[in-house]
């Protein structure tokens, strides 16, 4: 058992040896994609539950600032899709965590939505908005280059390689998508790409299987109270929360 400066100690430990992780793991990232040999792995994966499982991990960093960490996630996007999902997390990962990082107080929201569906075929748009510090045009300009931040005093002052954000725009560019971002400075900035894939084709096969098991199953079903006939009052305060 620690007490409570033991646990800090090695609270610290282990932050210090995760980030010095992830820039080795840029480093290494950084020079296979400079040597086009930087390899892409598709497969079938659930969106929503990469997201969530995403933001539960980042969530921890945002409460340490007491900023809150949103998502939105459009209700019409196809549950199973194929693609890299490591390197999806990866860009994403890179986005949040920049975005917490320069943030002071107010919110962090994740939001994606559908950009079109054709058959098999549909692109997603991720965003990542922020009330942080924001950014000058001249900053916008460079801030995709390797090893670049927006200046000297914000290597100072927030650390990083800034090889985050060249390493996500190669990674967006491999994977057939586009990266940019808005910002103005002292309100905030949005970064946003959008990626292609593939639907699961086997996924419309599971969903009329499961809605014949579920109509079947319906006269067995016990429904309990009937609430057809009650008004239902539901309170939420966070303002991407009440978007139905």
């Known amino acids: 058992n620690l007490d409570d400066t033991q646990k800090e100690y090695t609270n610290q430990i282990q932050y210090s040896a995760q980030l010095l992780l992830n820039h080795i793991n840029d480093l290494l990232d950084f020079s296979k994609i400079e040597a086009g040999k930087l390899t892409l792995d598709f497969s079938t994966f659930n969106l929503l539950n990469t997201l969530e499982n995403l933001i539960d991990i980042m969530r921890v960093k945002s409460k340490e600032k007491k900023l ?9 996007i196809p549950d199973n899709l194929i693609g890299d999902q490591f390197r999806l997390e990866q860009v994403l990962m890179n986005l949040i965590s920049n975005a917490i990082k320069f943030t002071k107080k107010g919110e ?5 939505s559908l950009v079109s569906r054709i058959e098999n075929n549909v692109k997603i748009k ?8 924001g950014l000058t045009e001249e900053q916008q300009e ?3 280059n390797p090893f670049a931040q927006a200046d000297t005093s914000t290597t100072r002052k927030f650390g990083g390689t800034g090889l985050g954000l060249s390493i996500s ?9 586009k990266i940019g971002l808005e910002s103005e400075i002292n309100k905030g900035s949005t970064f946003f790409f959008t990626l292609p894939f593939k639907k699961d084709k086997e996924e419309d096969k599971r969903n009329n299987k499961t809605d014949k098991i579920g109509c079947n199953n319906m006269e067995h079903i016990d429904d309990g109270i009937d609430i057809s006939d009650k ?3 539901i309170v939420e305060d966070n303002k991407i929360n009440q978007v139905v």
């Open 68 to 76: 809150n960490l949103n998502t939105s996630f459009s209700k019409n």
């Open 108 to 112: 962090v929201k994740v939001l994606v």
């Open 126 to 133: 991720f965003s990542v908005e922020d009330t942080g510090i």
């Open 142 to 144: 460079k801030l995709f």
């Open 169 to 177: 725009q190669s990674l967006v560019k491999l994977l057939g998508g």
């Open 231 to 233: 008004r239902i009052l």
